[in-house]
């Protein structure tokens, strides 16, 4: 089975833009969350997905959102970057017989300049 | 709400001897507990879990962790380290009963590192 993809793997953005970042869970997984992993504040979590309804949110400004499509792929969206905003953005997916582990994908680099 | 803590930020070891990393948990619900590991430029791989059953779980690489429910701990071991044992490891933890939507709640991370 194929694991969790993420895309792209690297993104280099300026302060203001906006980005999206994509993610495809294992194939029968429906709940997707995503987290952001900084040096200093270590890997949070931003908000998960299930069957196309965001579920829990955790503590981030509203420029962070995402949605959920019908095939459970997932996609993050940020507004108006900050520098601090640079972070490597970790998508995991849970489901099926593995409903109570997330299993993570390799990951977005976003720099903002 | 749940809290983990990594006791130590990094972990010299030289290669071939035992290792333990702590992780302790706080937590006002039951939880699942997780070792995750994570090499330089990738995502995060499970290493092991506890959901129920046995304290003692095996998982992948020869790693095992003990679950100890009074001293709210779960500690990893290895009894014999490789080179390739070099990278972060992360303890975290998620309410039983949220059915997955709480997200994980991660320690800050042990660095291993293997000294030939």
């Known amino acids: 089975k194929a694991g969790v993809t993420q895309t792209p793997r690297y993104l280099i953005k300026t302060r203001g833009q906006q980005v999206t970042l994509s993610c495809s869970p294992i194939?029968?997984?429906?709940?997707v969350s995503w987290y952001q992993q900084t040096p200093g504040q270590g890997l949070q979590f931003l908000f998960e997905?299930?069957?196309?309804?965001?579920?829990n949110k955790g503590n981030f400004p509203g420029r962070f959102s995402g949605r959920q499509f019908s095939n459970s792929r997932s996609e993050m969206n940020v507004s108006t970057l900050e520098l601090g905003d640079s972070a490597l953005y970790l998508c995991?997916?849970?489901?099926?017989?593995?409903?109570?582990?997330?299993?993570f994908g390799p990951g977005t680099r976003l720099t903002v300049l | 709400a749940q809290s983990v803590t990594q006791l130590d930020s990094q972990v010299p070891v030289f290669e071939e001897a035992p290792v333990e990393l702590r992780c302790n948990y706080s937590?006002?619900?039951?939880?699942?507990l997780f070792w995750y590991v994570q090499y330089p430029n990738q995502g995060l791989q499970l290493l092991l879990k506890?959901?129920?059953?046995?304290?003692l779980v095996k998982g992948i690489n020869g790693f095992e962790a003990e679950f100890n429910k009074s001293q709210t701990s779960f500690h990893l071991r290895k009894p014999s380290v490789h080179i390739s044992d070099t990278a972060e490891y992360f303890c975290?933890?998620?309410?039983?009963?949220?059915?997955?939507?709480?997200?994980?709640?991660f320690g800050k991370g042990t660095h291993l590192i293997i000294q030939p």
């Open positions: 995991a997916s849970s489901g099926g017989t593995s409903s109570d582990t997330q299993y």
């Open positions: 194939s029968g997984h429906r709940s």
């Open positions: 997905y299930f069957s196309e309804t965001q579920r």
């Open positions: 937590s006002s619900v039951s939880v699942y």
């Open positions: 506890y959901l129920s059953g046995s304290t």
């Open positions: 975290a933890v998620s309410d039983r009963s949220g059915g997955g939507a709480d997200g994980l709640t």
